[in-house]
């Protein structure tokens, strides 16, 4: 993919973001000026660099879009929902396209009917009556296909002065059959007819619906001629057309004569400069328009090499808004087009001095995810030279090598750890990526619900591990939509309670020692704890008993016990019931943990503690049945050898006393009901060894019974993915130093 | 006759007037499988191209009118 390709998809990808935030603020409040103009520079900015790649459809779509925005800053019209929804979705097309464009390097060939379908939802069905009586719709040149227009501006050259391309839009009377009219005979008669669309005035009907005496069309054309020759074709039905002139430009700045890059991007310059001298932009809103404006300049010059004259540009911006005075961008945009004329003084523009340089580095995230996995296989040799030292100290007469080996593995040791310190650090980004996903997410799904819902979002600034952060999304939505279909009451029950009808979600995120702990609150109804309760007891996750000893707190965890839901009904929202158990496995595997707190009427909040970083995990290695797997030391509260007469059966099942209580005993073996191995150490007659599980989350202690253990290691851990990712037992594998791989088991989903 | 129906084939010969569009639908509607010829058609009114364009039925030859064959043709065989 070529550089600047890439460059334009990163920074679209960031303005949608911004442009979808900005939208849902707007919804929200709707008088705020500085929001429209912010989330109008988005689309003025994503409108120019789109022009710069010539993806026409794209480009068509946001200028309508963006005309939208303009009519709203300028009070033309309201701001509704409705139109906010479409500006969302040009933005999901946009997005759309965007990701068309990386794969394939092109778009899909519906996107010239997607384009067009969001413009005509745009303009919307009363766009004609809030336009003036005899306003022109050609800033809608994008209902003409490419070759249609450049042959309309072809077509011009050539002609006598005095003569112009006009946009027509005939909507014929219903009933002009009876009247004797013959709407394409007119057009057919219309001098210089260049373009011809005939659209349904709504949609076309079923033949079988046809009524073949009323007519349901509109026509747009385009005509080259003299405007009076031109209304003079329609005198008769000049109460139905809409007839007016064209300016070339607006036909589409792409398409000036000889569609060379160098015209396009000549053409986004000149646009820019004529956005720059646009008198009408509200004061307040100047700055904004002179940042889009030179981002869209810049973008262009960077596409065709013009570095220099960029660079240029973005200083000149810097000046502007200093001095308040557009000058200086005016001159570097001059600069700019007359150095595009001559090389010569481009090349002189080229050794300006640039602004300085030293912002962050956009990287692919595929360069830092190598060298994430680079780094882990320098741990696994340097855990190998760890095991030669070993060897070496073992072997006789080597006493003057083995110290020199060990003080080189423990200079290797430290090395590996500060770069892998260093390159997970690269690898933190900012919650925010996640959270940004949610305001869109909250709001439709509030409109679904009728259930009004305000989004506070907190602490979106604070960072962990990027494979953490992508793995908090799946959960947190499953959260939120709890929380929005569950957890909040109906309008009407909640004024009955004397709450704000609106109620609140927040989605909050902090660093807690080295920890990140995201959370989800709502205020809503709050969790049925005795329904739960009696739920996880009918569905026999525990016995009657058993429920009566636990407190408040610990029932309430019941909800991430696999299999139970507190609804009686599911619906399509959040689905049946598995839901929390996932959360809190999807939780576990990346080494989190999940907690909640929940007070009856005043809502829940459901608690992520997460690791920060996929920092080095520290590993025994066991044995059983012949197989090594990898037990995190951080649950393992000891490692004991057993007699066989300290084993005692209760209920049929092996458990004994640990440090005054009694303990379950799992064989690793038989849990993962590995075959049996003739392993002549195995049952050999001696003490057990067990290692003693903390089973976390209140599941108390349990004793798991091994062959043999082995080394200690830190390992860089990776995550199981696709198919294996579902199995709980394990948190992932890692490389040995041999070269094999060994899992990792994740021994609190171990019991059965 | 302008509009008629030929060996399961709906013919429009020379001038289509508007009266020809209900003639029209009425024979699609019948013959839900019948191709439309055109070949020998000089001119339709709006009615009739409204009909063929709602009909999206395959359409046979060209017809020898320049306007239809310039900017109808794409209407009828792109519905």
Known sequence: MNALLEQFLLESRDLIAEGTRGLIALERSPEDGELVVGVFRVFHTLKGSSGVFGIQPMTRMLHAAEDMLAAIRDGRTPIDPALIDTLLECLDQTARWLDELEVRDGLSDDADGMAAGLIRRLRGDDAAATAPPDAPEFDDPGIFSEAERSAAIEALRGQAEGTSIFRVVYQPDPRCFFNGDDPLKLIAGLPGLAALRISPQGDWPALETLDPFRCDMRIDALAIGEEAAIRHAFRLVADQVRIAEVPLRALSPQLSPGPKSDDIVGAVLAEQRLLLASTDTPPGEVAGRWGSAAAAAANALRYEGGNGHAAAVAAALAEAVERHDPSPLFRALDQAVQGRQSPGTAAASQSAPSPPASRSLRVEEQRVDRLFALVGEMIVAKNTLGWLAGRTAEAAGAGDIVRPLRDLHALVERLTRDMHDAVVRIRMVPVGQVFDRFPRLVRDLSLRLGKPVDLLVEGEGTSADKTVVEALFEPLLHLVRNSLDHGIEPPEMRRGAGKPERATVTLRAFHAGDRVVVEVSDDGGGIDIAAVGRKAVDSRVLGEDELGALSEAEAARLIFAPGLSTMDETSDLSGRGVGMAAVRMAIERIGGAVGVETVRHRGTTIRLELPLTLALLRIVTVSARGRRFGVPLDVVAETIRLSDDRIRRIRGRAAFTWREQVVPLHPLGRILELPEARDPLSGSGGDRLVLVVDAGGGGGFFGLEVDGIGDRLEVALRPMDGLLGNIPAYLGTTLQGDGQVLLILNPKELPP | ?79
């Not at chain 2, 084939?9 to 009266?19: F, Q, S």
């Not at chain 2, 019948?34 to 020998?40: F, G, N, R, S, Y």
């Open chain 2, 1 to 79: 006759m302008t509009v008629r129906l030929a060996d399961g084939v709906i013919v429009l010969e020379g001038d289509c007037p508007v009266d020809e569009a209900e003639a029209l639908l009425d024979l699609l509607l019948a013959n839900p499988n019948a191709p439309v010829d055109w070949t020998a058609c000089d001119q339709l009114h709006t009615s009739v191209v409204q009909v063929l364009i709602v009909a999206r039925r395959s359409i046979r030859g060209e017809p020898g009118d320049a306007f239809l064959r310039r900017w109808i043709v794409p209407h009828i065989h792109l519905p």
